[in-house]
């Protein structure tokens, strides 16, 4: 069995877009803050990374599915370039109700368990946003929500690195 952490891209991974934006390019996507890091302790520590995002803008006509991968491409060359990896990047490209793998939906959790023999027990699901706290309940992993507050998540705090921080043990909680 593996051990996953299964991220939100936008506002965990890297800074969202203005409201009613998308990234689409490499060029606007800039990660927060000790992300490469946090992510390479998780991978030194044999944790599968999955990152789960909504990406409604392609339905919107707003951007292709060529583009997003492209720019997870981009994303992962730049990982590789400090050591690390995001294992799977697996995205909905669905309009809200149209489908079951927008989150709070877990259709995509559910890709990646016929991929990985996922370890719930010891998996969690990062996100900064309600339905990703709901989808990470919903599949049956631990959640925690990166932001100020949400009552329905394990933990809370305020950044990925700080999040790697408590799940590897070297940290303390907020
Ligand atoms: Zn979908």
Not at 53 to 82: F, P
Not at 130 to 139: E, V
Request: glycine content about 6%; charged content about 25%; some cysteine.
């Amino acid at each position: 069995m593996v051990k996953v952490i299964f991220l939100d891209r936008d506002g965990v991974i890297n800074k969202c877009a203005k409201e009613h934006e998308y990234i689409t390019q490499w060029e606007n996507f800039e990660f927060l803050e000790n992300v490469p890091k946090a992510i390479k302790l998780l991978t030194d520590a044999k944790y599968k990374i999955v990152v789960i995002s909504n990406q409604r803008g392609i339905a919107r006509g707003v951007m292709t599915k060529n583009e997003v991968d492209e720019l997870h491409k981009r994303v992962n060359e730049y990982l590789n370039s400090k050591d690390t990896n995001i294992d799977l990047f697996l995205y909905c490209p669905h309009e809200i109700g149209e489908c079951n793998c927008r989150k709070p939906g877990i259709g995509l959790f559910l890709a990646a368990e016929k991929l990985f023999n996922v370890d719930k027990s010891h998996s969690y699901m990062i996100g900064d946003s309600d339905s990703d706290i709901a989808a990470g309940h919903n599949f049956g992993v631990k959640t925690i929500f990166i932001g100020d507050y949400n009552n329905l998540a394990d933990i809370c705090c305020k950044s990925l690195y700080e999040a790697v921080q408590i799940i590897l043990g070297i940290g303390r909680c907020v």
